[in-house]
């Protein structure tokens, strides 16, 4: 017996068309003199250049024309400075959301019938909250099965199952003034499976149906923000100072989990971090880490939720998606003066990361017998409490891409472009405790010339050409490096890099509608 549920937000908030219906807004953003100026203007040069007429009566003809020229959906006088900062305060022009939630539960060993639409009409199972989509929790289950709508056959093997995906996107359009642009994201993705064996065990313990092996499994990512320890000192031969700072945070954060759980006893070890909470515990390490790769305080980051109460449930849910964006202006091309230069001018900058964690998966020996949210069971081998989830990886991936780029196109056709880029990815492996980080940087220059009407190729037979040719330079210098760090060795080693130049010159020429040649040389 099976159902599925899908939940569906799409939205689009045009914020520019609200503005435009308030006149006040509207004056703001016209551009355009003011038609009252130009009457009252072309009012007082009739006053002046009317010599016949006395002073009274030219006065008073004065404001009956401005009046009578009024318009009535003259925009407002606004001054310079209030359009400023009222173009700041709206300077959100759209946002988007789209929203998606999907479910799906299968429930083996179903002994009703379904007659219409996966109802009995007689019976009234399952039920038209299971029908139009419901997604049981244990509690709905175990009433189930209490009623004996499920199997009790020893041979039942099937397992109950329950999925769960998660998608959010948040967009936003954000113009302060003309020709400067942001664009900003949000993401989040969350997926997850779960999956039990319900079973009737009378046959060796008199309870009936039992839940046994339950297991969830599931995978995280959500846009981040972290270029905060981007530009501090790298040498891949050396211990950087996030990755000490990230070893020290272990220390702080171990004392503020032995607070909270009631279960820890028995103080600290001789290396004075609390029993259960050691320098190896997940749920240390990697509060630890984000705290450190973020330039934050340890005690800010919350910690990952050890439970699950439901199929909608986010042990992640103390990560919240961050805002990446992309900034575009290309406004330096309009201003007086460099207009006589410049055709267009485009400066570009955006940023880009994403905090993942490609799989985590329930640990069978978790145990909280007090339903208090914090493990009790403590692995003999290392003396760690067992978290619920258990999670082999985290990656953090970033980019600025570009920093700073700038493409610039000039009157005599000519385009150049200059363009650097930085890059950072982090995956910290919690089986064997290394930490990999992988950086790059790049600086690309290129330029672009063409030229129209240049005969290299005079004439092919009796046909004469005269087309366009366009020469083309491309630089680019890139440095790749990687190190591993391990905790508590006290050392860090490179494992790759190299650093790549790549020339590419070309020229090409347009012989006609149909035929063009290209003449290159590439080199890396």
């Known amino acids: ?185 949000l993401d989040k993705t969350f997926d997850k499976q779960y999956s039990e064996l319900y079973k009737d065990t009378s046959a060796f313990d008199n309870v009936g149906l039992t839940r046994l092996n339950p297991y969830a499994l599931g995978s995280f990512n959500v846009s981040y923000i972290s270029y905060q320890t981007l530009f501090k000192k790298f040498d891949p031969n050396q211990i950087s100072e996030t990755f000490s700072q990230f070893e020290s945070n272990r220390l702080l954060l171990s004392g503020k989990l032995a607070g909270l759980n009631p279960y820890q006893v028995g103080g600290t070890n001789l290396d004075g971090y609390y029993k259960g909470y050691g320098r190896y515990a997940q749920d240390v390490v990697i509060p630890s880490f984000l705290a450190a790769y973020t330039h934050k305080d340890p005690f800010s980051i919350k910690p990952i939720s050890n439970g699950n109460p439901n199929i909608r449930s986010n042990p992640f849910s103390g990560i919240i998606p961050k805002p990446n964006w992309a900034v575009t202006y290309n406004g330096l091309s309009r201003l007086k003066g460099l207009d006589k230069i410049f055709t267009n001018v485009t400066i570009r900058h955006g940023y880009h990361s994403t905090l993942s964690m490609n799989s985590f998966n329930t640990a069978l020996l978790f145990t909280d017998p007090l339903r208090v949210g914090y493990p009790l069971f403590k692995d003999p081998l290392t003396g760690n409490f067992i978290p619920y989830f258990l999670v082999p990886n985290i990656t953090i991936q970033e980019a600025f891409d570009p920093l700073f780029e700038i493409d610039m196109t000039f009157t005599n056709q000519l385009t150049t472009r200059f363009e650097y880029k930085k890059s950072r990815q982090l995956s910290l492996s919690l089986i064997d405790y290394q930490l990999a980080e992988s950086r790059s940087t790049e600086v690309t220059f290129g330029f672009n010339w063409r030229q129209k009407g240049m005969p290299i190729i005079k004439k092919i037979g009796k046909m004469k050409l005269e087309n366009d040719v366009t020469f083309k330079m491309d630089f680019s210098l890139r440095d790749d490096a990687t190190a591993n760090s391990k905790l508590d060795q006290g050392t860090s080693f490179g494992t790759s890099g190299q650093k790549v130049i790549r020339i590419a010159p070309s020229v090409d020429y347009v012989l006609n509608n149909r035929v063009s040649l290209k003449f290159y040389f590439d080199q890396t």
């Open 1 to 185: 017996l099976s159902n599925t549920q899908t939940r569906t937000v799409n939205s689009e908030l045009k914020f520019e068309d609200l503005y435009n219906k308030w006149k006040f807004l509207r004056a703001v953003y016209n551009s355009a003199p003011s038609p009252a100026n130009k009457n009252n203007n072309a009012a007082v040069g009739n006053k002046k250049t009317d010599k016949t007429s006395n002073n009274s009566k030219s006065d008073t003809t004065s404001k009956r024309q401005v009046a009578k020229l009024k318009d009535p959906n003259q925009l407002p006088q606004i001054g310079d400075v209030p359009k400023f900062f009222i173009k700041i305060l709206t300077s959100l022009k759209r946002a988007g959301i789209q929203y998606t939630e999907d479910f799906g539960t299968s429930l083996p060993g179903y002994l009703d019938s379904t007659n219409f639409m996966g109802f009995n009409a007689k019976s009234g199972q399952p039920g038209f909250a299971y029908v139009f989509g419901y997604q049981p929790d244990t509690n709905w289950i175990n009433r189930f099965g209490a009623k004996g709508l499920l199997s009790h056959d020893s041979l039942v093997s099937s397992m109950i199952q329950q999925r769960y995906n998660q998608r959010v996107n948040i967009t936003a359009q954000v113009s302060p003034y003309r020709h400067f642009n942001i664009d900003i994201n």
